[in-house]
């Protein structure tokens, strides 16, 4: 047992850091959000350097989140939606154009967010794949399903590219360290009704409060 929670520690970790991030009452807790995306960010980073440019934008919007829980209004950001209530209220969003407030929580989460739904996405089907699946394929599919509409054509040729990089399914299956592909794909069915919950219950959040659109 010992050497099997040593081998699932990477990808075992972000994984419940996303499930950590449902308080009882359902709202998002911040700080576990953004431990579940570093996490994510390290999985990024031990699948190469061409993933870069993806890995320090969202090393990026994860700081200016956490600069904001740590900072002097901390605790208004303990969840996303305190944050949401507190900024809104305060007027510090920019909600029609980039104006005094550019890098509101609101609008840096709203960016994670997007990106949650290409993971939920391609999580899916990579755990439905089969063994001669192709993970960039894959790939392009859920982000041109989901992201690509929020990005630039310079972005999207960018990540097209990155993607192209991608190692074989087995090979991005070790990367995860969680073990035999079948245990791989137990994993993922697992691990996706939570990111799933997560992210709808942000979207409905979002929504209620004409937050999809902000710059
Ligand atoms: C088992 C599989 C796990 C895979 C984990 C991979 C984690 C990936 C984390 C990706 C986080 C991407 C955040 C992107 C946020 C964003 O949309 N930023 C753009 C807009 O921000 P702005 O401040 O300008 O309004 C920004 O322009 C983005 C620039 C970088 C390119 C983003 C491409 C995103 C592709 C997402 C797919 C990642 C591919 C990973 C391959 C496994």
Redesign the pocket.
């Known amino acids: 047992p010992a050497a099997s929670e040593n081998q699932n520690f990477c ?1 075992k970790e972000e994984l419940d850091a996303f499930k950590l991030s449902l308080s009882p009452t359902k709202e998002v807790i911040l700080e576990h959000y953004l431990a579940g995306w570093s996490g ?2 390290k ?2 980073n031990r ?1 190469g350097n061409v ?1 870069g ?3 320090k ?2 090393s990026s ?1 994860i700081q200016i989140l956490r600069n904001f829980l740590n900072g002097e209004s901390g605790s208004e950001y303990f969840t996303v939606q305190s944050m949401v209530k507190y900024e809104l209220e305060n007027k510090l969003v920019d909600l029609k154009k980039a104006g005094s407030h550019p890098e509101s929580g609101c609008r840096t989460l709203l ?2 967010h ?2 949650l739904r ?2 939920e996405l ?2 899916e089907r ?1 755990r439905t794949s089969q063994e001669d699946g192709k993970t960039s394929a894959m ?1 392009a599919e859920s ?1 041109n399903e989901s ?1 690509a509409q ?2 630039p054509w310079v ?1 999207r040729k ?2 097209g590219l ?2 192209c990089m ?1 190692p074989g399914r087995l090979a991005f299956f070790e990367v ?1 360290n969680v073990g035999t592909p079948d245990q791989v794909v137990a994993m993922l069915g697992e691990a996706l009704p939570v990111v799933t919950e997560v992210y709808q219950i942000t979207q409905e959040l979002y929504a209620k409060h004409d937050l999809l659109d902000i710059p």
């Open positions: 990808f994510l960010v999985f990024l699948l993933f440019f993806i890995s934008d969202a919007k960016r994670l997007r990106a290409w993971l391609f999580l990579l790939c982000y992201l929020f990005h972005v960018a990540a990155a993607f991608l995860m």
